[in-house]
């Protein structure tokens, strides 16, 4: 039986855990290889609480922070790897963006979970979503490396931002996670620098469980919730 793969693209060092840790959490106890992909440590923008200590250096903001992931990523069931490439601002050279797609093309992913187009709050969302979706196209391209076999065309799922309607995000597809939600809550409490949204979060995968309920004829308490990039192609509608 060939190895399933899933990609999580994640701006910072935490995103994945708070929008898809069941997710991840699900797919790695249905045995797939889950990866985690960060772009940044979330040094600068996402660590407050981090720097109110004392003469704290932003190489050990970082070292923490890769700490934090690492430990939610093995409580998840997933691996995980960093791109250091910065926050407020990320930015990136072409020679990091063909980094990201070579990891699409030695995963060859069965899905992508990324963030949504749109977020005035957080610019590197946006941008790691932009840099997904771009990797994505040029692993097909057999024009890049074409000594390499290029990949399919795996579907991408936005996972939840914190604020969606300002984002425009829609959710369209809800996913039960009450099995793993121990799992993705004990990955949170590893996340010490951002405590303030363990109780948002909870909240948020109550509330999509209760839709996910509503549009099912199941007893769901927690989900996560994504929107669709691409058409859905299936062999049935069920």
Known sequence: MNQKNALIVSAHSADFVWRAGG????YAQRGW??????????????????????????????????????????????????????????????ETLFKIVQVYRDLKPEFVLTHSFKDPYNFDHPLANHLAMEARIIAQAHGHSPHEPVIGAPPVFLFEPHQPEQCE??????????????????????????????????????????????????????????????????????
């Open 169 to 238: 995000w829609k959710p369209e597809t809800f996913l039960d996670i009450s099995s793993v939600w121990e799992q993705k809550y004990q990955a949170f409490q590893i996340m010490g620098a951002q405590e303030h949204l363990w109780e948002y979060y909870t909240r948020v995968g109550l509330q999509r469980g209760a839709q996910a309920s509503r549009n099912s004829d199941k007893k769901i308490k927690y989900a996560e919730a994504f929107q669709c990039v691409y058409p859905r192609v299936t062999d049935d509608l069920l």
């Open 23 to 26: 997710t991840v959490a699900l």
């Open 33 to 94: 290889n889950v990866h985690i992909l960060c772009l940044s440590f979330g040094e600068r923008g996402e660590s407050a609480r981090l720097w109110k200590r004392e003469n704290i250096s932003l190489e050990t903001v970082k070292q923490i922070r890769r700490e934090e992931s690492e430990q939610a990523a093995a409580i998840l069931g997933a691996s995980v790897s960093f791109l250091d490439c910065g926050d407020y601002p990320l930015r990136v050279d072409d």
